[in-house]
């Protein structure tokens, strides 16, 4: 699995703070979000504005970006591994395999960091698979500057920039201007 493993940082550390995905009930994300938010140091939930049909009109609402997770910045002590988990509506926090005993399973700061640029920059997101092939490029000018991700191409002038989320197998996209990123230098 891609990302910071317990094997390479060595024994589980509760006192740095780190990202780790939360799964939540089926359309409980908002919910979980609203009670965590005074228990955690940091937590993000990626929204989207979609548009929905209703009886007489068309209204646009926010809708989670991924489905069924949100995302908490937190030095996970067992403490608050367990506050996190009685919380209403959360089903676990994504761990490294394991069985019962298995621990928490950071995710990499600059995915997180990409992800918050997409949804700030309020333009039209896609949730998508995601992909194994691709460059990994970074956005150097427009409202994305700063993001990393995957670009696949889609025509000459127009790419679409993926960011993917390792740990829980999900991603999103962004159409993007290809004159707008360069090649993550190895």
């Keep these: 699995m891609p990302g ?22 089926s359309r ?21 504005k979609v548009w929905s049909r209703r009886k007489d009109r068309r209204v646009k609402f926010d809708k989670p970006l991924l ?46 960091e990409s992800l918050k640029i997409l949804v700030a920059a309020r333009q ?17 000018a427009g409202p994305f500057m700063g993001a990393r991700g995957k670009l696949t191409q889609i025509n000459p002038k127009q790419s679409r920039l993926v960011v993917s989320i390792d740990l829980i197998n999900q991603a999103v996209a962004v159409d993007i201007d290809v004159r707008d990123v360069e090649k993550v230098k190895s």
């Design 124 to 140: 039209e997101i896609h949730p998508c698979d995601s992909l194994s092939l691709g460059e990994e490029v970074e956005v150097i």
């Design 67 to 112: 489905p069924g997770y949100l995302f908490i910045r937190e030095a996970l002590s067992p403490a608050k591994r367990l506050t996190v988990l009685q919380t209403f509506g959360v089903v676990r926090i994504l761990s490294s395999k394991g069985g019962e005993q298995a621990l928490p399973e950071p995710i990499p700061e600059e995915q997180i």
């Design 28 to 48: 409980h994300e908002k919910r979980v979000h609203q009670h965590l938010v005074p228990k955690m140091e940091e937590v993000f939930l990626p929204l989207t």
């Design 4 to 25: 910071v493993s317990v094997s390479e940082t060595g024994p589980f550390d509760f006192d740095t703070p780190r990202w780790y995905a939360v799964y939540t009930k």
